[in-house]
């Protein structure tokens, strides 16, 4: 009796996304997640890391999110300080972190809000879903300080179909979705009688909606190619978008006016790729 097998045979070898980042830069901050990732913040030029505090962020701005698997780099345990000089090549990568209520007003430094608004206490660990976008290093060096040398320098490629595309402050974003080899795989089944994988999404900036000085005009499912350097995009979030998000719109039903849900702000850093040049595929 003939069966069929599972899964048909790959006729052609598969072929990945290209995703390739490196950087030289300042450790900042490092903290640790339950997961047992290590997190370090890199400042890639002269911002300082008081992030949180500065509402006019620049065009560019110079800092990314080092992810240490395990705290470690290719399952090697490493040493690694703030204020050391590290050079870095690896990968972006996406990764889903759970902020709670109690995290948020902390990050605002207003953990004692709850005591003037007791109705936030019911709520404090609600939880709001956020997608933060990494490097992941293949390879990380310290290197000795030297007076006068400045620590700035990046470059990033990477290559992908295009999911999202938006607009905010004068420049044009596209959220990418790269199947690179890194990417994790699914058991459902994909094309060709490959395993499905799951993309790492990037967000790709266009200052000033140009690249190499001409309009960009991408839209969802475009294939493109693009390089340029590490760069982040910063946002800011209230009390109230948060409690929308994280569906507790009733507990602002029982706040009276005055109650700070529009007074109580943070900042978010999101890496992402400024690109300056471009390769927009066309279809077949």
């Given at each position: 009796?003939?069966?069929?097998?599972?899964?048909?045979?790959?006729?052609?070898?598969?072929?990945?996304?290209?995703?390739?980042?490196?950087?030289?830069?300042?450790?900042?901050?490092?903290?640790?997640?339950?997961?047992?990732?290590?997190?370090?913040?890199?400042?890639?030029?002269?911002?300082?890391?008081?992030?949180?505090?500065?509402?006019?962020?620049?065009?560019?701005?110079?800092?990314?999110?080092?992810?240490?698997?395990?705290?470690?780099?290719?399952?090697?345990?490493?040493?690694?300080?703030?204020?050391?000089?590290?050079?870095?090549?690896?990968?972006?990568?996406?990764?889903?972190?759970?902020?709670?209520?109690?995290?948020?007003?902390?990050?605002?430094?207003?953990?004692?809000?709850?005591?003037?608004?007791?109705?936030?206490?019911?709520?404090?660990?609600?939880?709001?879903?956020?997608?933060?976008?990494?490097?992941?290093?293949?390879?990380?060096?310290?290197?000795?300080?030297?007076?006068?040398?400045?620590?700035?320098?990046?470059?990033?490629?990477?290559?992908?179909?295009?999911?999202?595309?938006?607009?905010?402050?004068?420049?044009?974003?596209?959220?990418?979705?790269?199947?690179?080899?890194?990417?994790q795989t699914t058991a459902s089944p994909g094309n060709n009688g490959r395993q499905r994988r799951v993309p790492h999404y990037v967000t790709v900036q266009f200052l000033h909606e140009q690249v190499d000085g001409r309009g960009v005009n991408i839209k969802p499912k475009d294939r493109i190619r693009v390089s340029g350097i590490l760069?982040?995009?910063?946002?800011?979030?209230?009390?109230?978008?948060?409690?929308?998000?994280?569906?507790?719109?009733?507990?602002?039903?029982?706040?009276?006016?005055?109650?700070?849900?529009?007074?109580?702000?943070?900042?978010?850093?999101?890496?992402?790729?400024?690109?300056?040049?471009?390769?927009?595929?066309?279809?077949?």
């Amino acid at each position: 009796m003939l069966t069929t097998p599972t899964a048909l045979p790959a006729t052609t070898p598969e072929r990945f996304d290209g995703n390739h980042v490196e950087f030289t830069g300042l450790v900042t901050k490092i903290w640790a997640r339950s997961s047992g990732d290590v997190f370090a913040r890199i400042a890639i030029g002269e911002t300082p890391d008081d992030e949180e505090d500065n509402p006019e962020p620049r065009a560019i701005d110079a800092r990314l999110t080092l992810r240490l698997p395990n705290g470690q780099v290719n399952g090697q345990d490493i040493s690694l300080l703030k204020g050391d000089i590290v050079h870095a090549t690896g990968y972006l990568s996406d990764t889903t972190q759970w902020e709670t209520l109690r995290d948020f007003l902390l990050k605002a430094r207003q953990a004692g809000l709850v005591e003037r608004i007791p109705e936030l206490a019911p709520v404090m660990d609600a939880q709001v879903k956020r997608m933060v976008t990494c490097v992941i290093p293949d390879t990380l060096d310290i290197l000795a300080a030297k007076s006068g040398i400045s620590p700035a320098q990046s470059l990033a490629r990477l290559e992908g179909v295009v999911a999202r595309v938006w607009e905010y402050g004068g420049h044009l974003f596209a959220r990418v979705a790269v199947y690179d080899s890194h990417t994790q795989t699914t058991a459902s089944p994909g094309n060709n009688g490959r395993q499905r994988r799951v993309p790492h999404y990037v967000t790709v900036q266009f200052l000033h909606e140009q690249v190499d000085g001409r309009g960009v005009n991408i839209k969802p499912k475009d294939r493109i190619r693009v390089s340029g350097i590490l760069g982040s995009r910063v946002y800011s979030e209230n009390l109230r978008s948060f409690l929308l998000s994280a569906h507790k719109a009733d507990v602002l039903a029982t706040l009276s006016d005055g109650q700070a849900p529009d007074d109580v702000w943070t900042a978010y850093v999101q890496t992402c790729l400024v690109a300056q040049k471009m390769i927009q595929y066309t279809k077949r």
